[in-house]
């Protein structure tokens, strides 16, 4: 799989017994930022695209808590990977200014996200054209 600007998978502790499971996520431990924000996306048809955007200066931990879906990420420079989130103790690592889309998600999908930053509009890049410029204009 391509290497995409420090995107990466996080495999994270799970405990459990006769009782059930447990995954714990410790933000600036498990979570490779301190957690500002949290969501989660259920709820979406299998052919619907979500994200379609990159982030100036949020990282993000994406986790299939339930169900699976694809994340797709691109790096502005031509190299795009795709993984599948399909296990609740898995998630993916998205630093900053890296393009993503989440698809493909299955009937009982919840997709939980973890956010590095509190909601903030005007850091968000939603045109692929501009995100290509960005990453041009960052390179010069």
Not at 14 to 27: F, K, N, P
């Amino acid at each position: 799989m391509t290497d995409i600007n420090g995107v990466r998978i996080l495999e994270f502790s799970q405990l459990g017994d006769a009782r059930g499971h447990l995954v714990v996520a410790e933000g600036g431990r498990d979570i490779p930022f301190n957690i500002k924000r949290v969501f989660y996306i259920y709820g979406s048809d299998q052919n619907v695209v979500r994200g379609k955007h990159a982030n100036r200066k949020t990282e993000f931990v994406l986790i299939n808590v339930a169900g699976t879906s694809k994340i797709k990420v691109k790096d502005g420079e031509g190299n795009e990977a795709v993984y599948h989130l399909d296990r609740p103790h898995i998630g993916i690592y998205l630093p900053t200014m890296v393009w993503k889309d989440m698809y493909d998600f299955s009937s009982d999908s919840v997709l939980l996200v973890l956010a590095s930053e509190h909601y903030d509009a005007d850091e968000y890049i939603r045109s692929y054209d501009d995100f290509i410029k960005e990453i041009r204009n960052a390179m010069q």
